[in-house]
């Protein structure tokens, strides 16, 4: 199910894909040490600065969300949106696993642009260069990762339809990047600078330290929810 997409062809388009924030389904893994009230705050945060970020970066943009209808998903856009000029479009994912909810939410954008990239809202202190970078290389090859430490990846584009790089991939493993890569030539693809994803208390940590000093497109809720809780927490816990 989609919402009504852009009628004009983009040559750049950027997918956000994310779930709906709700209360003890979002950074799950956190929850032993925030305690699900935290982790809600923190994701909320973390989605409301992917989607700020993304109005730095000159392309379309659209937000396919898990979890929720499309008046929920409005409503939260326009919270994060509040006076901002620019637009997003709001989507809902289709599909029974990763790969297919983002294969679907590929050719939908496709139709409209030429070159595609997708990431999700775990990496908010990537540099935004990442993102203007993956379109600069989509000109030249038809597949672009950045690669995460843990084995996946925080952002894949496309400058054609691949759907194989979706397909029969462990989602959630170590393994996702190599199995993805396996499938292609080495002509097909670019890697870009490595990143991390926030999953446990010492990315948490990482994130605190790598937001000490602003930056282009610098996450600020993301930085004022890390700052509020560690001046609530007594045993610091990150």
Request: glycine share 6%; hydrophobic share 35%.
């Amino acid at each position: 199910m989609k919402a009504d997409l852009a009628s004009a062809t983009a040559s750049n388009s950027l997918i956000i894909f994310a779930r709906y924030p709700r209360l003890g389904q979002v950074k799950t893994r956190l929850e032993p040490d925030l305690g699900a009230q935290r982790c809600l705050l923190l994701y909320e945060a973390m989605l409301a600065d992917c989607v700020e970020r993304s109005f730095l970066v000159d392309c379309s943009r659209y937000l396919f969300l898990d979890g929720c209808d499309f008046t929920e998903g409005r409503e939260l856009v326009q919270r994060i949106r509040n006076q901002n000029e620019h637009e997003i479009t709001v989507c809902l994912q289709e599909g029974t696993d990763l790969g297919e909810r983002m294969w679907k939410a590929y050719t939908e954008v496709s139709r409209h642009s030429s070159r595609v990239v997708i990431m999700g809202s775990d990496s908010p202190s990537a540099p935004l260069e990442f993102i203007r970078s993956a379109f600069d290389v989509l000109v030249d090859v038809p597949l672009v990762f950045g690669p995460v430490e843990d084995g996946g990846y925080y952002l894949i584009g496309l400058s054609g339809p691949r759907q194989e790089v979706f397909q029969s991939i462990q989602w959630g493993t170590s393994s996702v990047l190599a199995e993805t890569i396996a499938k292609l030539a080495h002509t097909d693809y670019k890697l870009l600078p490595e990143w991390y994803d926030i999953d446990d208390r010492d990315d948490l940590a990482r994130l605190a330290s790598d937001l000490a000093d602003p930056f282009e497109g610098y996450p600020r809720r993301t930085a004022e929810y890390l700052r509020e809780s560690k001046h609530l927490s007594s045993d610091d816990p990150f």
